[in-house]
């Protein structure tokens, strides 16, 4: 069975918010899904309940098929990665095996770096890329919350990937999300990137919500991260549009008072960030292509030596 398929396999890596999220409306779509975590506790409850899901319709629970990695099996059509940026490498080796299955890959995950690794594994031209505007929240074992459409913007990662992605996108479509293939998926990725960079980090390291930073020195900060982003990607002949990132953090600021950036959420819940494909990444990238990334470079040492203590 294919992709474009009525029924594809669709096999997600990562039970967490948007995992579950995920699993659940391609499961209502008619996608054949099997969610795969290192969880156990939390597979045999999905596999007893299902996902409680609750959006503008209403809540219901939604069956999904569950596995550890070493129990996922072909087929697979479509291969979705939704661990944070820290397991990526772990996750991936983990269902190594399934590359003879041929399936198509897709992180929508945050962070630089996680296409490199599925492309290493999957081959660069069986890799999609993108990113996924969709707001999921997580309780219990897993009750997922979502509201509105939201949408997501994927793309290939190599050249031999673009011919995926319409089918990918489709899918996703059907399944309730707003996608559609970016025109250019890279920058598409980095601008979301430096919006996380610019946010995130200060967030954590100060511990505070959006409000926090909704001052002259918060917004010196974050903008000069957008800046140093955008310089990286522009070395890297990826163009971002600086003001439209500042413009969105501005919004999220204005707007979104209350929240409470990931990272801050991850510290305070004892979970590693994802500084190093965030932060880091911009950093790296930078020192590789020879642009100056001096306040990413301190916000990341800043959150390692918080992490160093131990959790929060």
């Known amino acids: 069975m294919a992709l474009g398929s009525l029924q594809p396999h ?5 039970a967490g918010a948007m995992g579950c999220l995920f699993a659940a409306r391609l499961a209502e779509q008619g996608s054949l899904v099997t969610l795969v975590d290192v969880d156990e ?30 129990k996922a099996t072909p087929p697979v059509d479509l291969l979705l990665l939704f ?21 198509v890959a897709l992180t929508l995950q945050n962070g630089i770096g996680n296409a490199e690794l599925l492309a290493a594994s999957f081959g660069a031209d069986r890799v999609l890329i993108g ?31 673009r011919d995926h992605a319409p089918a990918a996108a489709d899918l996703l479509q059907r399944a309730g999300f707003g996608a559609r293939v970016a ?3 890279n920058a598409a990725v980095w601008e979301k990137v430096a919006f996380n960079a610019a946010l995130n980090a200060m967030a954590m390291i100060c ?3 959006n409000a926090g930073m909704d ?36 919004a999220a600021l204005r707007e979104h008072a209350h929240h409470e950036a990931s990272m801050l959420q991850d510290r305070r819940h004892g979970r590693t960030t994802e500084i190093e494909t965030i932060n ?21 040492d800043l959150v390692r030596i918080i992490e160093s203590r131990g959790p929060g």
């Open 41 to 70: 506790v939390r597979l045999a409850a999905i596999a007893r309940d299902g996902i409680m899901l609750t959006d503008d319709g209403g809540a219901r629970p939604v069956r999904v098929a569950v596995a550890t990695a070493a």
């Open 183 to 185: 025109d250019d998926v």
């Open 207 to 209: 511990e505070v919500p």
């Open 215 to 250: 001052n002259e020195p918060g917004r010196r900060i974050a903008f000069r991260v957008v800046d140093e982003a955008v310089a990286v990607a522009a070395a890297r002949d990826i163009r971002l549009d600086g003001a439209r990132i500042r413009s969105t953090i501005d």
């Open 131 to 161: 990113t996924a505007h969709v707001p999921a929240d997580l309780s219990g074992a897993a009750s997922v919350t979502t509201h509105g459409f939201g949408f997501v913007e994927l793309g290939g990662f190599a050249p031999g990937g």
């Open 83 to 103: 661990t944070k940026g820290v397991h990526s490498a772990a996750a991936i080796r983990s269902v190594a095996h399934l590359a003879g299955a041929a399936p």
């Open 280 to 300: 880091g990444a911009i950093g790296r990238e930078g020192a590789r292509w020879g642009v100056p990334t001096p306040v990413c470079d301190t916000l990341s």
């Open 10 to 14: 669709v096999t997600i890596i990562g």
